[in-house]
Each structure stands twice: as C-alpha cells, then as structure tokens.
C-alpha cells in the first residue's frame, strides 16, 4: 500500500518555558515519543493499514451498487492519512494525560505543546478534536491492530546492533515477569436488590421518552412508577436497622418484586408499540434502534434478577459466583476472589501481564471468561511471545500463583528457565539457594509496581470504558502509550558518552 507522501503543516514555533523543569522533561518525552513513532515506523504502518480498511469498505460498497470502484484520489487518501495520523497521537497523548476525552479536548485547546505533537498546530487556525471525535478515534480500529502495532514497536526495541531507535542498549526478549490483577468495572457494589432498582429506572425512563415522542399507552405516570422504586429502595436501605430485619426485608423484596413485574410488562408494550409506530414520531430509526436495544438489554436479564434477588433474600441460599449476575449493563463481568486486606472480592476481568527487565510490556491479556487459572494464562502467554518474536525467553519469573506440573514441565521442554516460585515449601526452599532465582525474584516483586502504573496513570481506576471489547482496546491503547513513555526514558546511543565528554 503506497501512501501519499505527507506534507507537513506550517505549524507555530513552540514557546520558550523557564523554570519549570516538569514541563521541560514533559516536552522532551514527547520529542521522544515522535522520534519513536516514525523511527519504528509504527505510525506509518498504522495509516496504511488505515488506508487499506477504507479502500476495501468502498470497494464493497461500489460492488453492492453495482458500479465499478475507480480506486482513492491523492485528495482523499491524503485526508485519511492525516486523519489516521491525528487519531494515533490523539489517543497516545490522552493516555499520558487526560484520559476523559472533554477534558482532553479542552487541555489539548489550551497547549501549544500537544497540538505540536498531535498535528493541529497550525499558523491560520487551529481546529481541535471534539470530545465526540475523540471517542471515534479511540474506537477506530479493532483491539488486533493496536497490538500489532505494540508488537512491531517491541521487536524495534529489541533488535541490538544499530539500533533503528537510537537506544544504547537493546530492550530484548531476554527474560519476561508475569502477572495478573483485577481491572475493576465502573459498576456499583452488586447489591442484589439494587439490580431491580437499576432496570426500574432504565425502563422507566426510556418509557418517558417514547411518551414525549407521541407514543402512548394506558398506565400511569411513570413518574409515579420511579417515586414508588425509590420509597422502596430507602426502606429495604434503612430496614437493617430496625427490629425484625429478616422479615422486613423478606416483605419490602415481595413490593418491589410486583413492582419489577409490572414495570417490565408496561416496558415490553411501550418497545413493541415503538418498533410498530416510530415512523408516527420525529424519532430517525437509528434513535429508536437504540431505545429499543437499551429496552432489550435490561428486559433480557431483569428476571434473572428477580430470581437472583429472591434466592439470596428470602430463600437464603447461596448463588455460585459464575451464575451470578453482577450488573444489568456490564454481562462480562465476574466475581474474582483476590484475598488481599483492601480487596477481599473485586467485580471485573482478569488482567494478565508479561514485562521485560527494563519494564516494556511484552505481552498482556484482558479475560472475557473465567479466569483458566495463572498458569495456563503463563504457558499461552509464552506461546505468543515466541510467535511474534521467533524465540523463547531466556528464563520467566513469576509468585506461587503460576506454579504447577504443568508449567514445570512447559518450560523444561522449551528450555526456559524456570523463575516460579514453587507452591510447595521444600522445593521453594531449595529454590532460594539458587542466584539466579533469588536475582529474579527480587526483580518480579516490581511487577506488582508496574500493575500499579498502567492501572492508575493509564487505565483509571475504575476503567470508564463501556462493555469488554471497548474495555480491551483500551487496556491496548493504554499498552501503547505506556511502552512509548518506558522506551522514551531509556538511554539513548551516545548520549553519555557525550556527557562524560562535556
């Protein structure tokens, strides 16, 4: 795929700061941070395949009218180009600072420094990605093309000799740590009643705007609906501390039971009724598909609720953590048992992470299902590294948590050194009197720090993402950023050596 070649904008001079040595660690970073991009060829790899996705989209769409497809003029593949370009450092700047994409639109209004390194800084006028065009960007490609691209930047930071990055020293495969954590959603505590609540008022309130649009049916208001949930929902909150409590919350759960049932019979008329009559109302059929959908969504899972609701209430019998239902809008969610002193049990998805000596993630993997336990995420993660890369590392570091027969006998058959801690205590013991093992277990211990770093300054703690494939695009976004910030700090070729000159 041939690219237009890109002319640069006539873009402001960057102001002078002084006195203040953040920001000028800030700008050089980002200085970095573009030398890398195009060093790699990273960001020219991510606009063509940008190009190519779009050739093929209407290709297809000529081929569905009937006419023949005449290929991209220069005009408009140089507009993709500079859109995908914009959208790759949009998304790497609002990692490293904020990661809300109004206030990023708004910071990125405000300094001349990001709109350098995104490409809007121009002499005539400055023209600034919306919060609504952030959001297109950050979801413009799939999670595969992200990684692909982490990938092609790990091998450049891994290759030796002549570094195309300009590094002192390579950044290579030699030997990975792993680990895993929770990425918590954005969902409150899954109290089993507060799940009837929360369809409550996602029906009802999308009852209210089909009403304003001229649909209606005979019921009353839903307002009169909503004040009843609420009522209910401060007594069942207040009903612990009052005498009989079992009984009480046995008979406030039976209210808002009816009140759920009848909720959700007048919600199923309102979707019918829109679905039939929409073309009566100024709704397009894109805003009355989603109407619908969010309907759907909770009318689907609301009497799983209730059932759940009554069994743990007023049956007093215990639900298994994979039958239970966490929340009405995030399915892929699951009950992850952590048992640490400030987080006992964690509601969202495993997280599992493979980094190298110098902190470069090198593989990660964000778990739709069930956790399969660490070790098979270790013995999958190793498959994968010596796919992209061509080899195997030289030896793995990981808790007690990846031990297993199976693991042991992985990493023999691969000739990988074997870096686990053992489970059992003979065989941990005799493990410390080895060197090498005791040098790459004081070194795995920083693993848990660098969780800490991509999940506060990268991810957000709790991720504001919607739903499990935007969840893991972000978590891969987020991989990007970060592997630019660590390479962008590693030393570069000459630099010392110039200094001890000086």
């Known amino acids: 795929m041939n690219t237009v070649a890109e002319q640069r904008e006539l873009c402001r001079e960057l102001p002078v700061v002084i006195g203040n040595v953040d920001y000028q660690e800030f700008q050089g970073r980002l200085e970095r941070i573009d030398e890398l991009l195009r060093a790699s060829g990273v960001e020219q790899e991510f606009v063509a395949q940008g190009i190519k996705a779009y050739e093929e989209k209407a290709r297809t769409a000529a081929t569905r009218e009937g006419r023949e497809y005449k290929g991209l003029s220069d005009r408009s593949q140089a507009r993709i180009q500079q859109m995908y370009r914009q959208a790759l450092r949009c998304n790497v700047a609002r990692q490293l600072t904020e990661r809300e994409y109004r206030r990023f639109s708004r910071r990125l209004a405000d300094s001349p420094l990001l709109q350098w390194f995104c490409g809007i800084g121009r002499v005539d006028a400055i023209r600034v990605p919306s919060k609504s065009a952030l959001d297109r960007y950050d979801k413009l490609v799939p999670e595969a093309e992200v990684r692909a691209l982490v990938d092609a930047m790990n091998r450049k930071a891994g290759e030796g000799r002549d ?132 309907m759907e969504g909770v009318l689907e899972q609301l009497p799983a609720a209730i059932r759940q609701a009554h069994e743990r209430i007023i049956g007093g019998r215990l639900v298994k953590n994979d039958e239970k239902l966490l929340s009405l809008y995030e399915r892929e969610l699951h009950v992850i048992v952590r048992g640490k002193a400030n987080a006992e049990v964690e509601f969202g998805n495993t997280l599992f992470l493979a980094e190298q000596a110098d902190g470069v993630i090198m593989d990660w993997r964000l778990v739709r299902e069930m956790s399969p336990g660490d070790a098979m995420l270790l013995t999958a993660s190793l498959g994968r590294l010596h796919q992209v890369f061509g080899s195997d590392p030289l030896g793995v570091g990981a808790d007690r948590g990846f031990d297993s027969r199976a693991t042991r006998e992985y990493l023999e058959q691969r000739g990988i050194y074997n870096g686990v801690a053992a489970r059992a205590i003979k065989r941990l013991k005799a493990q410390c009197q080895n060197d090498d093992f005791s040098t790459l277990q004081g070194r795995r211990s920083q693993t848990e720090g660098r969780i800490g770093i991509l999940q506060n300054e990268f991810l957000g703690r709790p991720m504001r993402s919607k739903g499990f494939e935007h969840r893991e695009l972000n978590v891969a976004w987020a991989v990007l950023a970060h592997n630019l910030w660590v390479i962008a700090r590693l030393p570069r070729a000459g630099i010392r050596k110039k200094k001890k000159a000086a």
């Open 163 to 294: 570094h195309p990055l300009g590094l002192e020293e390579s950044a290579g495969l030699d030997v990975v740590f792993v680990d895993t954590t929770c990425v918590k959603a954005n969902i409150h505590f899954p109290v089993d009643w507060v799940l009837l609540r929360d369809g409550a008022r996602t029906l009802l309130k999308a009852i209210q705007v089909i009403r304003r649009h001229g649909i209606k049916h005979r019921m009353e208001a839903p307002e009169e609906f909503l004040r009843e949930m609420n009522r209910l929902s401060m007594e069942m909150a207040l009903s612990r501390r009052r005498t009989g409590v079992v009984k009480g919350r046995k008979r406030i759960l039976r209210r808002m039971k009816r009140l759920s049932r009848l909720i959700q019979h007048h919600a199923e008329r309102y979707r019918k009724a829109l679905e039939r009559r929409w073309a009566e109302t100024d709704l397009s059929e894109g805003e009355m598909r989603q109407i619908a959908r969010r």
